[in-house]
């Protein structure tokens, strides 16, 4: 780690384990992207093998993804949920698309079903395109202000309260939650968003302050503007990473996985993607993430094992962190230095690469969860059917 890097007081100590969590892909999974190529219908049959997998092999939770692609993430989550022991669910939380009473009645419900397993992902919302199809015409702006009459609503009724309230998107009288949740007052808000008033959000109101894989310097940036808007609000976040990962035992398999990964994508894909983000979405994060290698296929080493790859094509994150466990310990270890204590992390095919993360990654970073579970998580995958068989059963050997 550089000795120039200044430490945080409320980062965990550089030697101690990160929350590690994992994701199931509800749009859809695969070896390759740009292709249907060995491809993976979104099927509740293999989410559940993956949140299974996850569940024993020690990640603490899973982020489930939300938009007109996705399978629903409340619905989903709650049918995992019954599968699954330990494993905290990270659903989002819509503002604008359902009234914060009826979120706060989900919400009771699907904590109480989970006995405390849940956690909300604030989703705002960055493709006017798609919200459009939700019924949603505000701007990005309008969008924040809106999100925060929302949480501020959704928070008094999981307290308990009954609600009365008129403000300029909200107006309802008597509202209630009969059924509080299990985590008091209300489950963890997680939320990440690159724009002024998406900080200023995050600062006055979320627990967990969320950014996608950039290099440490626009990391630290951004981390520095939240814990001072939290400040104004007397407040102090968590921080949590988004990033996919290729781990491999040597550094020249990891990056022959990288290539292999986006070896079909076209140079007309990765030039109708890059206009998309540029001209159709108003998300800072998703404009951050495609300058990073500006829609060029020799542009996308733009850190030390941070490679930009998967974002030619993908919304979201569209990094990954791509070298042998030790080197991708290095680098995670240098973003905790930051104050990055959760990472949400990802790689394709989701089921096999959470294999290969819990495997080689885990033990250089000290998360011993759950390892016990191995030869169990293998067992419960043939239980209900079986996807990339041979590396499972070589997994148990």
């Not at 494993?87 to 503002?95: D, G």
Request: glycine share 12%; aromatic share 10%.
């Amino acid at each position: 780690m550089p000795s120039e890097q200044k430490h945080y007081p409320e980062a965990a100590a550089a030697g101690d384990p990160l929350h590690f969590f994992w994701f199931i892909p509800t749009h859809g999974d695969g070896t390759y992207l740009g292709t249907d190529r060995l491809s993976r219908r979104p099927e509740y049959r293999y989410f559940k093998q993956v949140a299974i997998a996850v569940d024993q092999l020690g990640f603490e939770g899973v982020l489930l993804p939300t938009g007109q692609s996705c399978e629903d993430s409340w619905i989903t989550a709650t049918g995992l949920a019954t599968v699954t022991e330990r494993l905290k669910y990270l659903v989002a939380l819509r503002p604008g698309v359902t009234s914060p009473t009826f979120a706060a009645r989900q919400t009771a419900a699907l904590d109480r079903l989970s006995d405390g397993r849940l956690l909300l992902n604030v989703v705002v919302g960055g493709n006017p395109t798609e919200l459009a199809g939700d019924g949603i015409f505000l701007g990005h702006d309008e969008r924040y202000e809106q999100a925060r009459e929302f949480l501020e609503i959704w928070k008094r009724l999981l307290a308990g309260e009954t609600v009365d309230f008129k403000g300029k998107h909200y107006d309802l009288k008597g509202a209630r939650v009969d059924f509080p949740p299990v985590q008091g007052p209300n489950p963890p808000l997680y939320f990440g968003g690159s724009s002024d008033a998406g900080q200023d959000l995050a600062g006055e109101t979320v627990d967990m302050y969320l950014t996608w894989g950039e290099p440490l310097e626009q990391v630290r940036e951004k981390l520095e503007a939240a814990r001072a808007r939290a400040a104004r609000f007397g407040r102090k976040l968590r921080f949590g990473m988004r990033i996919h990962f290729i781990v491999r035992e040597t550094e020249e398999d990891a990056w022959r996985a990288a290539d292999r990964l986006i070896e079909n994508i076209s140079d007309e894909q990765i030039e109708r993607s890059f206009k998309r983000f540029q001209q159709e979405m108003d998300s800072v994060g998703q404009k951050r993430q495609a300058a990073l290698h500006g829609g060029r296929r020799d542009k996308l080493l733009v850190a030390p094992n941070l490679w930009a790859g998967v974002g030619l094509v993908r919304t979201g994150v569209g990094t990954a962190l791509v070298g042998t466990p030790k080197q991708v310990a290095e680098r995670l270890r240098e973003y905790q230095a930051l104050g990055i204590d959760t990472i949400i992390g990802s790689g394709y095919p989701h089921l096999e690469e959470a294999y290969r993360v819990a495997e080689l990654l885990f033990p250089e970073l000290g998360i011993t969860a759950g390892r016990h579970g191995l030869r169990d998580a293998v067992a419960n995958e043939f239980a209900v059917g079986n996807y990339g068989g041979s590396k499972l059963a070589a997994a148990a050997g």
